[in-house]
């Protein structure tokens, strides 16, 4: 698993990248009420405004951590999105993305890093 | 303001004990949730009790120079659209302080206590309210803010059972009697109100007894501390303005649909008709209805409308015929609502309008509010 700045998780499954938010962002935002997700196709840039989130207190949005394009998004997300709050870092993924080059996570935090990025 | 100038109520230990999440608001340090979180302590409050520390109000007392209680209240009605004069001993009442262009400068609770007037207003309005009534009142009444006593709401359906434990005569209370009993606590002054619309109190309690009696009511069963994030989503479920968010200067107390606060005493052809500031226009209002006025609106999909969101008639007109005030997802309610101003003439219960959200317009149903009926004993 790999980590952004701004709080998403990556981790790669079947050539896809698979995007969610961290725990630690999670609970930051409180209940989630509602997820705002893109069409399947969508084509993004890093840093795009990809997905809206909705916590029981303001909007929050997720940026695109690469570029690519978006291929399939988590639809149990409209129908449950408390989800975020259960398991964020599990079955709440938002979004599955091809990108161009898979190394380019590497240049992510890990774990650790991560960890003593949030103190 | 730093955060080193903001001021701590008599529960401020209390909350951080409680692992509190603390924000600035209205120029007091205060908790915005607990670790239970908002939606958990809406839904608990609805189903057992809440405790919320309100201290941050500001409470008054209006003594008349005369002695007689009947120059207070006839001195107050004249800041008030409402009657005063006949509210009873023992008896509370909603109250808007007006300006002369009938906008709304703070919204109130005001209480007959016997020989004085107890008024408990908002905590960002506080000071000009206090200054208000000095400069306005100060002839005919001594006027006291009492900052010695914290203030705290304990709402839910336990709430008068937990309540009774503490002073056993508040279980007889109606809602909106206001009284003064004695506990292990000192004297504490007790209105059975709230603004959750929930069943519940409002409890006066001297500073150095507060934390006293908050950790007492909560080890008893079914309360939780209660932040001032569900007081919010909690009043929105109620359909109860929020002052500074639907409520200002500029809106009138007809607009906000508030008339039912302005007895027929205080209206044209009443005994004590008008003399209140802005009375031209509002009664005007009252008359021929406002150009504008405060609806609830239930959007139809899941995403919340929030303050600030433009209303649209059409999903594609150009012009907005209103805006929302304040907007939330309603826990109990298990879908979002807003309230906000339209055009009166888009008013009307069951009209669809269309809140521009991100871009997108999306379609919303004027409603009636409460949301959720309230559950007051009346």
């Not at chain 1, 207190?57 to 259960?86: Q, R």
């Not at chain 1, 079955?91 to 774990?111: G, I, N, Q, R």
């Not at chain 2, 007392?61 to 120059?71: E, M, Q, T, V, Y």
């Not at chain 2, 021929?288 to 239930?298: A, D, F, N, Q, V």
Request: hydrophobic content about 40%.
């Amino acid at each position: 698993m790999r980590y952004t700045e701004e709080h998403e998780w990556l981790r790669v499954e079947d050539d896809l990248v698979v995007v969610g938010i961290s725990e630690h962002a999670s609970t930051q935002l409180g209940d989630v009420v509602f997820v705002d997700l893109p069409e399947p196709g969508t084509e993004v840039a890093k840093d795009d405004e990809v997905v809206v989130i909705e916590s029981v207190k303001a909007a929050s949005d997720i940026l695109a951590p690469l570029d690519g394009e978006i291929v399939e998004v988590n639809e149990t997300l409209a129908d449950n999105p408390g989800l975020v709050n259960d398991d964020p870092t599990g079955d709440a993924w938002f979004f599955k993305m091809k990108v161009e080059d898979l190394s380019a996570l590497d240049e992510l935090m890990d774990e650790a890093a991560y960890k003593k990025f949030i103190g | 303001m730093g955060m080193a100038e903001l001021e701590r109520t008599a529960l401020y230990q209390l909350h951080l004990d409680l692992g509190a999440k603390m924000v600035p608001f209205a120029g007091y340090d205060m908790p915005v949730q607990y670790p239970m979180g908002v939606m958990k302590e809406h839904l608990h409050t609805r189903a057992h009790a809440g405790l919320f520390d309100v201290s941050h109000m500001g409470q008054v007392i209006l003594r008349p120079k005369s002695g007689n209680l009947a120059d207070a209240a006839l001195a107050l009605e004249s800041l008030v659209p409402v009657d005063i004069a006949g509210l009873k001993e023992g008896r509370q009442r909603y109250a808007m302080f007006t300006n002369d262009d009938g906008g709304i400068l703070d919204d109130l609770m005001v209480a007959n206590r016997g020989d004085h007037l107890f008024v408990v207003v908002n905590a960002a309005c506080k000071a000009a309210d206090i200054a208000h009534m000095r400069k306005h009142l100060g002839d005919r009444c001594d006027i006291e803010e009492i900052t010695d006593r914290a203030l705290l709401a304990l709402q839910g359906p336990s709430a008068e059972a937990v309540m009774a434990e503490i002073a056993p005569q508040t279980a007889a209370m109606r809602f909106m009697d206001a009284a003064a009993f004695p506990s292990k606590f000192g004297e504490l002054w007790v209105s059975r109100s709230g603004y959750s619309g929930e069943d519940g109190f409002e409890v006066s309690v001297a500073n150095e007894q507060a934390a006293a009696l908050a950790r007492v009511l909560l080890e008893m069963e079914g309360v939780a501390p209660i932040g001032l994030g569900a007081r919010d989503s909690l009043r929105l479920e109620a359909g109860l303005c929020l002052y500074g968010s639907d409520l200002d200067e500029t809106t009138s107390p007809v607009e906000a649909d508030l008339t039912w606060a302005i007895q027929k005493v205080r209206r044209t052809g009443g005994e004590r008709e008008g003399r209140f500031p802005g009375a031209a226009r509002i009664l005007s209002e009252l008359e021929t209805g406002p150009k504008r006025l405060r609806i609830g609106l239930l959007p139809e999909g899941r995403a919340p409308m929030r303050a600030g969101t433009d209303l649209f008639a059409g999903e594609t007109d150009e012009k907005p015929v209103g805006q929302i005030t304040s907007g939330a997802f309603g826990p109990l309610i298990e879908r979002p609502m807003s309230m906000g101003y339209v055009e009166a003439n888009h008013g009307v219960t069951g009209t669809r309008l269309w809140g521009e959200v991100r871009g997108k317009r999306l379609p919303a149903t004027v409603s009636d509010m409460p949301f959720r009926p309230a559950t007051y004993k009346r």
